[in-house]
């Protein structure tokens, strides 16, 4: 914002964004896309390091009936605790983005878990927060909940 005085009058003058600051949408949705495969492959090979990649150390995971879980020992306790339910592989489906600038966007989807031999154990909705980093877009607030209780 600039103010700007001239003969004792006060004007104000906003200064817009430049969009070009602003990241192409299917780019961030193609980014978004691939760390939500990286999610489901976490489950599918058994490898806590995968899913601890998907989130920035200082992410929250918001889980329904449970306390948030914060930073990366919140994220390891949930992924630990989801894998021993029998959790072996997840699809996320991007509905819509929301709020894109060049640091954060919101995206709404729904998702499917599945147990071993690819059975389906149940279905929800979510938000995540996305957040720009030095090593792409990362989940920094996630939060959702089933359609029903899981299998």
Same mark, same amino acid.
């Given at each position: 914002m600039v103010i700007t005085a001239i003969f004792g009058i006060v004007t104000t003058?906003? $200064?817009? $964004?430049?969009?070009a600051?602003?990241?192409?949408?299917?780019?961030?949705? $193609? $980014?978004?896309?691939g760390v939500n495969k990286m999610y489901g492959e976490a489950y599918l090979k058994g490898d806590s390091s995968l899913f601890l990649d998907c989130y920035t150390p200082d992410g929250c995971i918001m889980a329904a009936n449970a306390p948030i879980l914060s930073g990366r020992s919140g994220q390891l306790l949930f992924?630990?605790?989801?894998?021993?339910?029998g959790i072996r592989n997840i699809l996320f489906t991007t509905?819509?983005?929301y709020g894109l600038t060049e640091e954060y966007v919101t995206e709404q989807g729904v998702y499917e878990?599945?147990?071993a031999n690819n059975q389906s154990l149940g279905k929800g909705k979510y938000l995540v927060l996305w957040k720009?980093?030095?090593a792409g877009w990362k989940m920094h607030r996630?939060?959702?909940?089933?359609?029903?209780?899981v299998k």
């Open positions: 003058n906003y $200064a817009k $964004a430049s969009s600051t602003v990241p192409d949408k299917d780019s961030v949705r $193609a $980014a978004i896309s992924y630990k605790a989801a894998y021993k339910t509905v819509e983005l878990l599945f147990g720009k980093t030095a996630d939060i959702f909940n089933g359609d029903a209780p």
